[in-house]
């Protein structure tokens, strides 16, 4: 079997799923569906996240595997988050101070609850 392509050779766009099958009854589902954040990524970065869960996630036993340094490997991870999508740096996933004091505001006048402002909060 081929491995599914998840962006279009000839103009490099993501591409998407329109057809469905079941092997097992026949039974076929059309529409248009997404490959998903994985299928954002390129083949070299399909091989580089698998390389990355085999080692559990830690670059230094994927640096004498793939023989690359550990920047290069940082660098090329920071890539994978980027192409599936994911905010990088220090900041990513913190909120703003004046956010902060509105989710406040709104859980004190009651138009939030505190599980609702507790969801908002986490980010920081």
Avoid: W
Wanted: aromatic share 4%; charged share 30%.
């Amino acid at each position: 079997m081929n491995p599914m392509l998840s962006l279009c050779p000839v103009c490099g766009e993501r591409l998407s799923i329109r057809r469905l099958e079941c092997r097992n009854c026949d039974t076929a589902i059309e529409g248009q569906f997404d490959l998903g954040r994985l299928g954002r990524l390129t083949p070299e970065q399909l091989a580089f996240v698998e390389t990355f869960l085999r080692c559990e996630g830690k670059l230094s036993r994927m640096e004498p595997e793939l023989n690359l340094s550990y920047p290069t490997l940082r660098a090329r991870l920071t890539e994978v988050i980027q192409a599936m999508g994911f905010p990088v740096g220090p900041e990513a996933g913190r909120i703003g101070e004046e956010e902060r004091h509105q989710i406040l505001e709104d859980l004190a006048s009651g138009k939030i609850s505190s599980e609702e402002a507790m969801r908002l909060l986490e980010t920081e």
